[in-house]
């Protein structure tokens, strides 16, 4: 089990505000000071959009090809295998995100149970 | 047994009538919008998402205080995880922050669309600052579904009530989800760090109306296994923008021709 502390150390905190907080931030700001003039379908958006998508999507593909902590623990199959077995239980139930999730869990769960 | 389930998802909004005396002052606003967290099926996703946050956040080093901060500050659960991933993986402060902040320009149009549903002809700027922050998808759409059953000048406090209830429930869920990872057995910590990119790829795949949408995610999956073999230190941004712009291209593809 890792050692993680409460409260942790200040430098980790200022990169939060730098790395997190700040470039996050920006974006609401700008809406906020220069709304209104914008085309929310205009071609920019729908590019940046596009990748904006495509960059959570390597994020989760990222968390699922490189686990980290615990989740370093289950065998690669088991963890495709679950996203796999989420997703054909989220279409077939006309996109339910509960069902989906549910599905995933119990799938890894089983399959390390199974094979002890 | 299902029924309090679907009539979660279905139930019509319970707010007292737009001439009601319930919206006589703001603090009676605020206490609707708190109360309308349990009107959504969203709060829930949202648990489970900031659940998995928490672990996460345990599972790569990062102290509670800063998990929760990140919460409070950051309000963009798809910037959390990026920062978080690409942090713990070794990533410059530079490489995350401009992770982060291409993931967060999508905030741009959420801002610039939501806002105008509270604006009052005496609204002055400072007063939307905190809509303006709470501003994420959560709430965008939340916004679309309760704010037409509200006196517009009721609007900004009913925001800050909602707004302040759903950071709440996900700050709960982080001190939940950390807790968790710190105390569980391997496997159901594991189980718990699984719940991030389920919620994500599901909830994603949920909101995508349009083609490009579905390619961009299909495709940003697809190809990080490729990026990441170049070792660049920006796999997620060679990546994204590389699936980003084929999905762009689908789409102005089938602008074209229609």
Known sequence: ?116 | MLAPFTSLAKAPVALPPLDSSQWNSPWLAFGWGLRSITQTILTIVLFVTYLGIGALAHDTHFSLLWALCSTLFVWAGPAQIILITTLGSGATIIQSAIAVTVSAIRLFPMVVSVLPLMRTPTTKRRELFFAAHLTAVTLWVECHRFLPLVPRERRIAFVHGLGFGLVSVCLTANMVGYFLAANLTQTLGAAILLLTPLSFLFSTARNSREVADVVALVLGVLLYPLAAKMNSGVDILVSGVAAGTIAYGVHWWREVRA
């Open chain 1, 1 to 116: 089990m890792n050692y993680a502390q409460p409260i942790g150390d200040w430098h980790a905190l200022a990169v939060l505000f730098v790395a997190g907080v700040v470039p996050n931030q920006i974006w609401r700001m700008l809406g906020l000071w220069f709304g209104g003039g914008i085309d929310e379908g205009s071609e920019l958006l729908v590019w940046v959009r596009a990748v904006a998508t495509a960059i959570l999507a390597g994020v989760i593909a990222q968390i699922v090809v490189e686990p980290p902590g615990a989740l370093a623990s289950v065998p690669d199959v088991l963890r495709y295998g679950a996203v796999a077995a989420g997703l054909a239980v989220f279409l077939l139930t006309r996109r339910s995100i509960f069902a989906g999730v549910v599905a995933g869990e119990v799938f890894m769960l089983a399959g390390k149970y199974w094979l002890g």
